[in-house]
């Protein structure tokens, strides 16, 4: 697989979770920035989730924050 999703989330639970393409190293570019703490993105809606620190909701997932910009996926390995 050479192309990335539209969507993508690291949530085994979630619909957009794909463990074969999350098993390469995949990077994300969010207005020109490198982020390392992304939890979810769409690159048609222009948006990522981002875990707020080491937070956890209730149920014990991460408290996320969308922030809206350009997004640009990529994978580590073909620079």
Same mark, same amino acid.
């Given at each position: ?17 794909? *463990?074969?393409?999350? &098993?390469? !190293? ?9 982020? +390392?703490?992304?939890? =979810?993105?769409c690159v048609s809606e222009g948006w990522i989730?981002? *875990?707020?620190?080491? &937070?956890? !909701? ?9 922030? +809206?910009?350009?997004? =640009? ?7």
């Open positions: 697989m050479s192309e990335l999703p539209d969507r993508l989330s690291t949530d085994p639970r979630s619909p957009y979770y794909n *463990a074969e393409v999350l &098993s390469r !190293d995949v990077g994300i570019r969010f207005k020109g920035a490198e982020k +390392t703490n992304v939890e =979810e993105y989730r981002v *875990a707020v620190g080491s &937070s956890k !909701d209730r149920f014990g997932n991460p408290v996320t924050m969308k922030l +809206t910009g350009p997004v =640009e996926p990529y994978f580590r390995d073909e620079k």
